[in-house]
């Protein structure tokens, strides 16, 4: 079930009824597909997968902060998506599969916080990420599973869900209300919307249905044209084809945790039929 591809191992889950591959580094799902449904998520074809870099593409986990290091020491988006995980929980049965991985900060300031990252494969996706606090002091995090689909062609993609949300718009840090019932994709868009209901996004190549536990706030981001071109392992025409939808506890929504406690965040990607389906 381990392969190794450019020097990272990776999972390759084949069972009768979906198909999926995760990297051990990040814990970074990359492929995931039902039977006789499209695929779930996308991943550039400028990614070279090499030990050390974020895999442009799948779930990376930010962990345990989203964006800046709040220290202003280590990588945009958390130390967790280039580290390895261990793989600690495998179960099969005839119509899902488990695995579970785990990570675990040894120092820095935030040495005592853990992750547990745990995916339920069947005719749908679940991810439920569990923060815990081993250490003796209160600590802050942030995190999103920070989801690439595959749009087809984001000119066509809609994304409902947004309406009378707030937002913070991280181009501009503006705060707004969402008024639109679907979000419509014709230039950069990198916002934080809080609260916690479904979303649906509905494209040319997916239908999903989104839903959340323990998370209250969404990202949602396409780089557009510009900042496509400063991306890392992203082809200039990318921006076409996805669209990034990331359950999160960023921003105003960040959490903190006592000594010994956890907080656990979890959510489901479900198929729905495509617009031109029969
Ligand atoms: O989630 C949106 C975002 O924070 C964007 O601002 C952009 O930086 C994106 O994440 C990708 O970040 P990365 O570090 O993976 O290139």
């Known amino acids: 079930m381990a392969h ?3 020097g990272l191992r990776y999972f390759e889950v084949q069972h009768p009824l979906l198909s999926a591959r995760i990297f051990e580094q990040g814990a970074q799902l990359v492929q995931f597909q039902s039977v006789g449904k499209p695929p779930m998520l996308w991943v550039s074809e400028a990614e070279p997968f090499k030990p050390g870099a974020a895999i442009r593409g799948g779930i990376p986990v930010c962990w ?9 020491i280590g990588p945009a988006h958390g130390l967790a998506r280039t580290q390895t ?7 099969q049965t005839d119509s899902s599969v488990c695995l579970g991985f785990r990570f675990q900060i040894t120092e820095s300031s935030m040495a005592g916080l853990g992750a547990e990252l745990v995916f339920e494969l069947s005719d749908r996706l679940r991810l439920t990420l569990i923060t815990h606090n081993r250490s003796e002091k209160r600590l802050t995090f942030s995190s999103a599973l920070h989801s690439y689909f595959p749009v087809g062609d984001i000119r066509q993609a809609l994304l409902s869900g947004a309406a009378g949300r707030q937002y913070t718009d991280s181009l501009s840090s503006a705060q707004s209300t969402e008024s639109e019932q679907q979000l419509v994709f014709d230039q950069e868009v990198d916002r934080i919307y809080y609260g916690s209901s479904p979303w649906q996004l509905c494209s040319p190549t997916l239908c999903l249905n989104i839903e959340s536990e323990g998370s209250g706030s969404t990202v949602v981001w396409n780089p557009w044209i510009e900042k496509s071109a400063r991306l890392s392992h992203f082809n200039p025409d990318d921006y076409l084809r996805m669209l990034c939808v990331e359950t999160a506890n960023c921003g105003a929504d960040s959490r903190l945790l006592e000594p010994g406690q956890q907080h ?3 959510v489901e990607y479900s198929y729905l039929p495509l617009a031109n389906s029969p």
């Not at 995980?85 to 179960?91: D, G, K, T």
């Open 85 to 91: 995980w261990q793989l600690y929980l495998a179960q």
């Open 4 to 6: 190794t591809a450019s």
């Open 264 to 266: 656990v965040m979890a």
């Open 64 to 72: 345990p902060w989203f964006g800046p290091d709040p220290q202003g």
